[in-house]
Every structure is written in C-alpha cells, then in structure tokens.
C-alpha cells in the first residue's frame, strides 16, 4: 500500500477528484493548508502599508491505495493538477505498513 | 404690598384680553414663510413645520446611522480579527456617554446663550429644560427644538467616535471613555459653540458680532479637524501598536469596511443636507454637491492607485469616498456643482498623499488614518470652501449678519479664506493642546495602555470577554 500525499493549487480539487475516481481510487481525505515553494507569495497594499503575504492557499489531499493502483492514481493527480505555471503544487509517496477498517476489522487493501 | 396685589391684577386682566386673531394676510404670510424655512410672524409662532421637522428627524436618524453602524464597521473591518469587537465597542460606549454629557450639559454649552460669550453658550438648557417640541427660533423657525437638540447630538457623537481610528487595538477601554468625557468639554463644546451658537466667535453667517467671519457648513473644523488632529496626538503619546512596521497588520475584512463606507455615504446625506435645518433649497445643493464630491474623489483615489501601484482597491474607493464626504461637508451648503467637483479630486490627492507618503515618512502609526483622512481632510476643506463659497447657492452668505460683520463682503469681493486660516489654526491649537493636556491627565491617572499580553492576545477577549468570530 501506499500514501499519495498532493499538495496542489484550490481550484484544481475538483478535476483531481474526478481523475481519480476514473481510477477507481474510491475515497480520499482534503485539507485546505497554506505554504509556499517555488512560487513563494504576493504583495498586498492597504493604503500606505504594504505587506508580504508568504503562505498561499494549498489543498492537500491524502488517499491510502494498492501498490498495483498507485503508479495510475500519481499519473491522474499530476494530469489534472497540471496548469504548467509556477505553483502548481507536488506530490509525496510514502510507503505504508498497515490499513484497518474500522466498521469491519478489515486489514490490508481490502481496508483501502 | 397692595401695589403688588394691584400688578397681579392688571396682569391677569391682560392675560383674559383675548390676542387679536391674526389677519388673513398674516396667515398668509405665515405658510409662505414655511415654504420659504423663514420667519413666520404672528401667525404660527412656536408652531413646528411638519417637513422641515419631518427631514431633520430623518436627517437625525442618518446621522446616528453614520456611527452605528457605519463608522463602527468601516474601522471594525480595517482591524484585525482579535480586536473587531473592541472598536465596535468604542463606537457604542462613546454614543452612550456623549448622549448623557448632551443632555446634562453639553447642549446647553454649546447652543445656550445665556453666557453671552463668543466660547461657550449658556447654561439655560442644562438637562434641556425648557427644550421642547416648539421651535427655538435662534436657529430654526420650523425644526422642533428637541428635534434639533437631538440631531446636533449625533455630531457630538460621531466627532470622538472618530478618534477611534487613529488609536484602534491598543488603548485600554476606560481610558477612551475617561479621555473622550473630558475632550468633549475642553474641545468639542466650545468649538461648536464657536462656529455654531448663535453667539459665537467664529460664526460669520449667523452671528452679526462674530470676531472671526469664517463659515462651516457642516462640519469641517468642529467635526473632522478636531477629532483628526486630536488623533494624531493621541497616536503619539501613546506610541505604535506592538509590532508595528514589523507584523502584518492587514484589515480582517475589506467587506465589512465597505458595508460600513456605503452606510457613512448615505448617512452623510443627514449630516450635510441636515445641515441646512430645513428641507429647502440649500439643503437641496447641499445634497448634490455631497454626492459629487464623494463620487469624483473615490473614482479618483481608485484611479491614482490604478495608475501608480497597478491596482485599485477596494480600501482606495473607500479612502476616496470618505475622503471626498470629509471635505464637503464645510463646503457643501456653500459651493456649486462646479466647485464640489474640484473638491472630489482634492479630496482624493491630497489626503491619499498623507496616507502613504507622509504617514512613511514619518513613521507614526495612525492605525486606521483618521489623521491622514480627517484632519488633512477637514483642514483643505476648511481652506478651500474660502476660495469657492459663492451667495448664488446660498444668500445668508450675504444676509444681514454677514452684512454686519463683514462676511458678505468677503463672500463678493474675495478674502474669506483668510479668515478661513484663522479658524483653522484656532481648531489646530485648541485641539492640540488640548488633547497633550487630557491624554498625560488620562495617563497619570488611569494609564492608557492595556498590558503587553493584553495586546498580543486582542482586546476582545480581555477587554470585553467576548470574540468576534467563534469558531
């Protein structure tokens, strides 16, 4: 099993989501985060004050997927995040030792 | 003893002789004079004109409207998050005890006249006595008296709410009340007295006798440029924000500053046409050129920030708006059409240009530019409405007081900004010194900081047990 970890920009999310069910990845988790790479952040003026805004808003999403579906849920992401402008966001994979149902007790990839 | 049982006699007899009815002419004359907001004779004396009580009652009410809610969210919305309920907070505490300070005392100082003094009024209304539903005819014919007590009341209310602006997440509430209970006695009576009350020093249209023949239609030098350069002060003594300069210290939320912009806007309309103390042709001009000058300085403020820094903000249209309101309102009642358009971008560039380039350069930390906004405001507005003043929009620039005194000559021949200037620097120095007095008064007795954490963690959570925002 792996973690796919994707941190990508807000408005993609829904694209994301429908790749990946077209996968057949059936759940994932989102986080609305903020943090900066490349891209860094933007100026905003009020009147005579100026500011650095570093974090900008990310979402994050988390899905748990067979070592089989991975390699075809990490092509998904990337398609449908990709804009090819600066910020367009990374993703993680991250071995993973254990998944449990908890309605079921189910262990493995048939907790996935 | 019975030369006296005799007097009571002879008066009641006089009082049983019923007064002869009035004439039909005279009646006449009476209704014309309610269309004209003049003096109505014999016939209908202490008689209340129903529009022109009906608009100061509306106009009232706007001008209320312009501090709750309007000022109230529109600084409400330029703080941060931690401290949005204290400023609301300032703006309720602040109508409170100015309303009672009204009643008791301040109305009185001010509009009374009882002192025969050009500084402050008199002592006859003290707790409004004797102010009632009949007309006071020193500065109405057709507005109730009440009425009109209760409308001046409100710019006695919005004038310290904002002061507000320029010391905003950083002074302990009761200080704010203690300091505001004494500016109002030290600056705000008096200086409305003198440019208001119908003894007063620098009241050129209506008193006869006025030492200095400035004209303030509604507000320039008793409203903006007292609290603005109270503010200024006050920001100084009490020092920069934690952080300031360093932290960002963005609005928490520009939509709010815009809902409270748009209620300003349109309870301006109280403030300004009110002004006029009747629903007649002033009020009508006062109007027009209050719509004009705020719509061409916000359109202009926008436009600056659009050409120089790439963007036209929200903040700037809102800057621009209230900037433009602020330097009207002296010259509303007095200007035409023409002239409130040059205002409007006067209004925009000059009080943009104090906002960022003076406010940096000097490095004080006017949290929400009150000082930048209504000071510089009020002052070009005060000195400007001496350059375009013109009789055309308003003949009691040349009514018989003005003849008196000397004001109508200026309005014709020029000069009027002269004594413009004198009223501004008496605003400036009064408003100065007094306030370096109350705040280090307020300091020694009370301390006008909250403590460090205090600040950090926000004002609403310590200072009112209360969030703006609970999530």
Excluded at chain 2, 56 to 68: D, E, G, P, Q
Aim: glycine share 12%; aromatic share 10%.
């Amino acid at each position: 099993m792996k973690l796919i970890i994707a941190i990508i920009k807000p408005f993609k999310l829904e694209e994301v989501k429908d790749a990946l069910a077209a996968v057949g990845v059936e759940g994932m988790t989102v986080t609305e985060v903020k943090g900066f790479g490349r891209q860094k952040g933007h100026t905003e003026i009020y009147r005579g004050s100026e500011y650095t805004v570093d974090f900008l808003p990310k979402v994050k999403i988390e899905i748990v997927v067979p070592d089989e579906v991975a390699g075809k849920a990490i092509e998904a992401i990337s398609k449908a995040a990709k804009t090819g402008k600066i910020g367009d966001g990374k993703v993680f994979v991250v071995p993973i030792e254990e998944a449990i149902r908890i309605r079921t007790e189910e262990r493995g990839d048939a907790a996935v | 003893m019975f030369a006296c049982l005799a007097c009571v006699c002879s008066l009641t007899a006089v009082a049983q002789t019923p007064p002869a009815a009035p004439t039909t002419d005279e009646r006449l004359a009476a209704l014309e004079a309610y269309i004209n907001n003049g003096d109505p004779g014999k016939s209908l004396t202490g008689v209340a004109g129903p529009g022109h009580n009906a608009w100061m009652m509306t106009s009232t009410a706007l001008v209320l409207f312009m501090t709750l809610p309007g000022l109230a969210l529109f600084y409400g919305g330029l703080v941060r998050r931690k401290n949005v309920l204290s400023v609301l907070a300032q703006c309720l505490g602040i109508t409170g005890v100015v309303a009672v300070l009204w009643w008791a005392f301040g109305y009185s100082l001010v509009f009374g006249k009882s002192f025969n003094s050009p500084y402050f009024g008199g002592s006859e209304y003290f707790f409004l006595k004797g102010v009632t539903s009949a007309p006071n005819t020193d500065y109405a014919y057709w507005v109730s008296h009440n009425v009109f007590a209760m409308y001046q009341m409100m710019f006695a209310i919005i004038t310290p709410a904002l002061i507000v602006g320029a010391i905003a997440e950083r002074m302990k509430f009761t200080s704010i009340i203690a300091f505001v209970t004494v500016w109002m006695f030290v600056v705000y009576f008096p200086l409305a007295h003198m440019v208001w009350g119908s003894t007063g020093l620098m009241n050129g249209v209506w008193n006869g006798d006025a030492k200095i023949t400035a004209i303030d239609f509604a507000g320039g030098t008793v409203v903006h440029m007292s609290s603005g350069w109270s503010a200024l002060i006050l920001c100084l003594i009490l020092g920069p924000r934690i952080g300031f300069g360093r932290e960002k210290m963005a609005p928490h939320s520009m939509v709010l500053c815009m809902v409270g912009t748009g209620m300003l806007w349109v309870g301006w309309y109280g403030f300004n046409a009110g002004s006029a103390v009747g629903a007649d042709g002033i009020a009508a001009n006062a109007f027009t050129t209050t719509t004009l000058a705020t719509a061409v300085a916000a359109l202009t403020w926008g436009a600056i920030e659009r050409i120089f820094r790439g963007h036209a903000s929200i903040l700037g249209f809102c800057s621009g708006a209230v900037a433009g309101l602020v330097v009207i309102t002296p010259a509303c009642g007095f200007v035409d059409s023409t002239g409130a358009v040059i205002i409007g971008v006067l209004a925009a560039v000059v009080p943009y240009l104090a906002c960022t380039k003076l406010k940096a350069k000097f490095g004080y930390d006017d949290a929400l530019d009150t000082f930048g906004v209504h000071a510089v405001g009020g002052t070009i507005g005060a000195l400007t409405t001496g350059f375009l003043a013109t009789a055309s929009v308003n003949a009691n620039l040349t009514g018989a007081p003005a003849v008196k005194n000397g004001l109508a000559k200026l309005v014709t021949s020029g000069g009027l900004w002269l004594a413009q200037l004198k009223a501004i620097a008496i605003t400036l120095v009064l408003a100065i010194v007094a306030t370096v007095i109350i705040a280090y008064l307020v300091k020694a007795v009370i301390g006008l900081r909250p403590t460090e954490e205090v600040e950090r963690q926000g004002l609403d959570i310590n200072e009112h047990g209360e969030e703006g925002y609970v999530t």
